[in-house]
């Protein structure tokens, strides 16, 4: 960290400065510029959060320099991660489709979505039985008779389940059920949460928050590392802007810095990211060229009649359209050597 | 709601729509525009969320109407609501202040903070005990050690408590020890934890999202009170823009579209809301006279050393500058007829 | 547009609202919901700006239903533009890369830029003569100099030649210099100009504004075309949101929902957009896979030298590998036929 | 500026990074982390532009240190700045009232609008003759003919003529019929016609652009301060955010921040900041209270009956009240001391 000390700041308010960092045993360093001085802090990082330098008078802000996660940054980790979830890998190259509806509607509904997704060459089958939703009046998922039909529909097509946990309580039922836990936008800083799925040794997928910053996100997979699980997969999402027409604004640039910043493999979900079937496709095909580790993409055997997010569904024909041009796609970057594993 | 067809729609889309809406037992009204159609929806609201409309051929969007919460609306409760807390009331113009500081340290700290709170007028000490931070590495608060300070604190100023809840299993115990629980920004949308909050009978000081919109804020409140707890308060304290001289933006308009939507008290955190301690005295008064039914600040007895935040929170004589000219201001506000109760 | 009434309007407030509407000599038509009133308004879109119904008592809010502009709209015209520049074409699978520097700084510089430029590819030569700067001391641009600098390179090289025109004043002399003009995001609600570009015959490329809606957007593509030049090519460039590691936040999607809200050509800036040399290439491959109809690239001699934006800029090699990648991906889409054209 | 090098970075590539900056006169000083080299330049600022260090082999990132402005700034000129306009102050404790119709639309509802506006204490007469609309089939204003009907209502009240200036051409005609010029939010950084109101020595209005931060915006203000003209005046009047229930989010937080960056006055437009007029009164409330040093206020004789903006304009009884509470609260503030003018 550096502070930036006013132009006008009194040789005593940088002593000061210099003494309450060095009261808690960092090292203090001034250099003099031409309008202010700055000081720098030199030292182990977690005392940092012990100190408020700018409540001292005569500074005038302060700028973090170090990152504040470290399991998560490519700095520690150099070579881009693999996880594996029971035979299936994602990233370094390994791409992976996770395909079906946004909420598990029956039995009927989800085995034939299964099949459908199958078919289409997803290797996870996804669907919601705990479902966070913005209003209490909307539909909150089956709950764990979902959860049986995640079970029946893996038994049925080798599908490996991943499906959302909500809250803590659940974590230990859910794992039991599906291969791969998924964290949504809304639990991105449920730090307890995070903390509760660090604990187990089941894959997580952590889904990007609705307004949250790369640094913020990545502190967020170091809650779930820092408990001793590193098979983390982080998903983009799409995040909140001005702009309505879309549901969210899917940032595709997300999958590069990842890749920058972090040796973790990252997914893209252009449903959410979109809120409009028909941008799924484009944005597909886009995530695939960025770099991408994967897609999650929402399909519906009879989208106008889903409980929930019909409106940025697939049909079965348009799912098995897209994922047939995502593969063609992926192959080619593939054998030309155009796949972006790390920047 | 109401569906806008494609100009180009055909009549036989218009008609799958017509069915879709009165197969689930609603009443469609067809509207001829100049260019398009229109489809409206008339009944029961439950149904409209086993409808995906936009994914039927010919269908442009869909625009609601009706708003999602009713518990928290004005329209449901015209009149003002006035929240009691173990004798101290909010709203409908009744004003308190709250403060203290972001975290409880240890008891000397908080019982010199709650006295200093008490001296400038505020009803309530705030002191976090569990703290949801950003990095797992920053200090996360003293938990229950911190919870008896607070009751501590109470029983030697009289003060009210007010403190976060970050976890269900935290409710029951923090409720023992406190007068009102607070649902941090990152916790707006832990529906699972607000049902929690929901089903004791604690007042609730509910925090806006980072980048909550008002609807789904009040449908957060909503999740609370359809549980049969009343006793909402909700606290405005900023929001992520895209400006970075602030923490956050704080929206003061939210505080005058509550008081039209809802009859909820409304109070602001200025302290959040801006970052940074210069702001809070403008912010305060502001709030004030924009018609807030409290204000949430963070003092400390020497923010240089405060563990979190320090860069926002007031010292001492600086609070006691800031709660007097709010007191001045809302009482000459109240004696002119002037507090805005209700727009 | 329609109106929707507060759920307690008086039916005199209703009538009002239909005297109103009739008044300008459009039609009412009123739908009965279970709760509220719609009324809709029928006829010339052009009379609705001469009312103001939000001010009227009982009038909850309304709600805009046609689209604001039309020579830019899909709907006015099916099929995909393809905008020709002296022979190159743009749009409906004409696929180009405008590449150079960001500013025109020297002959020399330039002229290298060009070459490689071409050798990438390129059928476009970029280059700001004038700069809009934040700054009022930062450099502002070579101006005219600049100018006879492009048509030098264009005449050595056979690059079309793209600049930006930040003043009314300069239109005129810029259309002698260059093949097709820039209006940048900073002017792109700049109504007085676009009206002057609009009275040329020039092909213009038209950013998207730093906080522009797609709405806007395309209104101020139609501010040119109402003026006869229907020449007009979009270029997304990112967008302001609170993520602060990238400049911008590069809206790919917006490449996917112009080619459905529009018939015009839309080509990508992943420079500006992501304000990073490193994320070009990525951001280059995903534009093309989404179905963008060009990429406008800045590339330096030597970026670390440059006079504006070479943390954004790639080197002569790090461009000759990326435009490689580009045409190889744009090649297999178009020959497998997965290139996008339409939504 | 500091440059923070890659925690790999080797000694070569911090080598070049001091030779780079030496290149252009300034000074390098090198501070050791315990993670990362850090590197910051000493000297004058104008030739960091001629930098592109993000460009060089082993920098992660550069940080801006000092402002990039100077004109505009407190610490440039300590005490807070006083705008006369012809004879009215603004700034330093002198209030102001900014009132009238959006849109001149005929000589009889701006002198109604006129006589309403002085009868609440307002010193300014506001109103658009040059209108910039989103949309181009929008009324655009009355030019010429409406700019005479302001200089007639000015000779009728003896107001001052506050009026909106959106080209380069018009500055001259404008500063014959208006006493203060405007530029609005669109038009905030087209530079060209910064530089030309900052020849004229007319008093500016400066609105804050609707995605531009409070560096861009102060950065705004010294491209016409750069030219001569130290009359102006800053507009805060909402910004762009997610939230769409308000046309735009009031950041009323920048009143203070403005106060304590700048020592250029600061007023509020609470019309277009939340474009309801219910939203008016508590948001003039607000303002004062922060330390605005005015307002702007839209009135309409007929808000129903506007060519623009209804929905945000008073009718003349509200603003009546409104006034009238304002100048209570700005009165009683002054004579209890509780004005703040700097921060």
Redesign the interface.
């Known amino acids: 960290m550096?502070v930036?000390m006013n132009?006008?700041a009194t040789c005593r308010e940088v002593k000061n400065v210099v003494d309450?960092i060095e009261n808690v045993g960092m090292e203090a360093?001034i250099?003099?510029?031409?309008?202010?001085k700055?000081v720098?802090l030199?030292?182990?990082?977690?005392n940092i959060?012990?100190?408020?330098?700018?409540?001292?008078p005569g500074v005038d802000h302060?700028?973090p320099?170090?990152k504040?996660?470290k399991l998560a940054s490519r700095?520690f980790h150099p070579q881009s991660s693999i996880v594996n979830i029971g035979g299936i890998k994602i990233g370094r190259g390994n791409f992976v489709i996770m395909a079906g509806p946004c909420a598990v509607e029956s039995l009927e509904q989800l085995l034939e979505s299964a099949k459908i997704a199958k078919a289409g060459g997803a290797q996870f089958l996804r669907g919601g039985a705990y479902k966070?939703?913005?209003?209490?009046?909307?539909?909150q998922g089956l709950k764990n008779e979902g959860l049986k039909y995640l079970a029946e529909a893996r038994n049925q097509t080798g599908l490996k389940v991943i499906t959302e946990v909500?809250?803590?309580?659940a974590v230990e039922t859910i794992s039991k059920y599906a291969d791969m836990l998924q964290v949504g936008a809304?639990?991105m800083?449920?730090?307890?949460l995070l903390k509760e799925v660090g604990q187990t040794n089941m894959p997580v997928l952590l889904k990007r928050g609705?307004?949250a910053?790369?640094?913020?996100w990545l502190?967020a997979a170091?809650?779930i590392m820092?408990e001793g699980n590193n098979n983390v997969v982080l998903c983009e999402r799409g995040?909140?802007?001005?702009?309505?027409?879309?549901r969210n604004?899917?940032?595709?640039?997300a999958?590069?810095?990842i890749?920058?910043l972090s040796h973790l493999p990252i997914i893209v979900d252009p449903s959410h990211?979109?809120g409009?079937?028909?941008?799924v496709?484009?944005?597909s095909?886009?995530?695939?060229?960025?770099?991408a580790d994967g897609l999650m993409i929402e399909m519906h055997p009879d989208?106008?009649?889903?409980?929930?997010?019909?409106?940025q569904?697939l049909t079965p024909e348009n799912y098995l359209e897209v994922t047939k041009?995502v593969y063609?796609?992926a192959n080619?970057?593939k054998q030309?050597k155009?796949t972006?594993t790390q920047?």
């Open positions: 550096i930036i132009p006008d309450a360093k250099m003099e510029g031409s309008k202010q700055i720098g030199i030292g182990d990082k977690s959060n012990s100190l408020s330098l700018e409540a001292l302060t700028v320099i170090s504040s996660y700095e966070p939703r913005t209003s209490p009046y909307s539909f909500t809250e803590v309580e809304r639990n800083q449920n730090f307890r609705l307004s910053t790369l640094e913020e502190n170091e809650y820092k995040i909140r802007t001005y702009e309505t027409y879309t604004t899917l940032d595709m640039s999958v590069a810095a890749k920058h990211g979109t409009k079937w028909r941008m496709k484009p944005m095909f886009a995530a695939v060229a960025a770099g989208p106008a009649k889903a409980l929930s997010d019909g409106q569904s041009g063609k796609i080619f970057m030309e155009l972006i920047l």
